[in-house]
């Protein structure tokens, strides 16, 4: 494999076309650049094992994990549906310690239905989110339990506005259900789309949460996009392995 020319730019649009490939021989290159860096990485904000996530993998214990899941189907807004076709939630009893916002299930996940198969998730699931604090934080994290409610951990900081009840009901109205068949992986390209599975298009640079639990990067699990937050794209990702979800929000 040549190596990366000593320009920054051209260092990084040579990181992000091999991010992209992802095959054996490129994470293997990407483990030797972390562990002995090169003389260009000094040009670099952070280190070749970051960019893998630009193309949706991470190198964990020292082997390839993607961030990713191939299959995708579309959110689809409709009206008047039955509670058990929509993907979204609704308002929590529990509240924000932060801005006392009631907390959200921003999204229902029934791991019995067969289009959500390739999750490998049993039961429903409950994702809860602070929709006051998201847009000015990180991460939000909560520990989920199948058929039962989720908890928020580790949410130390809030810097949202109080939202009503009232408004948080009217917002929960919107009611997504699965599309019938299958989507693009890359369906999420355009910023309005929204969808489980699939390829994240970040807004900005991509941006895996690291499990509270394991430390490994968390896979992506949907993308909520304009039709539902009206700007701007929420992204929920999961660890199933420690039943931990995590919500963030990127706008332009």
């Not at 509670?83 to 916002?101: I, K, M, Q, T």
């Amino acid at each position: 494999m040549e190596k990366p020319k000593n320009s920054k730019s051209e260092v990084n649009k040579i990181l992000m076309a091999l991010a992209a490939i992802g095959d054996d021989v490129v994470v293997e290159y990407f483990k030797r650049w972390e562990e002995n860096p090169p003389a260009w990485r000094e040009k670099l904000y952070v280190g070749p094992a970051n960019y893998a996530l630009e193309g949706g993998w991470s190198i964990e214990n020292g082997r390839k994990k993607e961030l990713t899941y191939g299959v995708s189907y579309e959110l689809v807004q409709q009206e008047n549906v039955a509670d058990s076709e929509n993907v979204l939630g609704r308002p929590a009893e529990d509240r924000c310690p932060h801005c006392d916002s009631k907390y959200v299930n921003i999204m229902v996940i029934d791991g019995a239905e067969p289009r959500l198969s390739f999750l490998g998730i049993e039961g429903k699931i409950k994702i809860k989110t602070c929709k006051a604090c998201l847009p000015y934080g990180d991460y939000i994290f909560c520990k989920y339990e199948e058929n039962k409610e989720s908890k928020i951990i580790n949410h130390e900081q809030g810097y949202g506005d109080f939202i009503e009840d009232e408004d948080l009901e009217w917002g929960a109205r919107k009611c997504f259900v699965l599309s019938k068949q299958p989507v693009a992986k890359h369906f999420c390209s355009e910023w309005e789309g929204s969808a489980i599975g699939g390829i994240p298009t970040y807004v900005d640079d991509a941006n895996y949460a690291v499990c509270p639990e394991c430390g490994e990067h968390m896979k992506h699990l949907a993308q909520l996009g304009g039709k539902y937050t009206g700007y701007g794209n929420i992204y929920v990702q999961i660890c199933t392995k420690c039943k931990t979800a995590a919500t963030t929000y990127q706008q332009s």
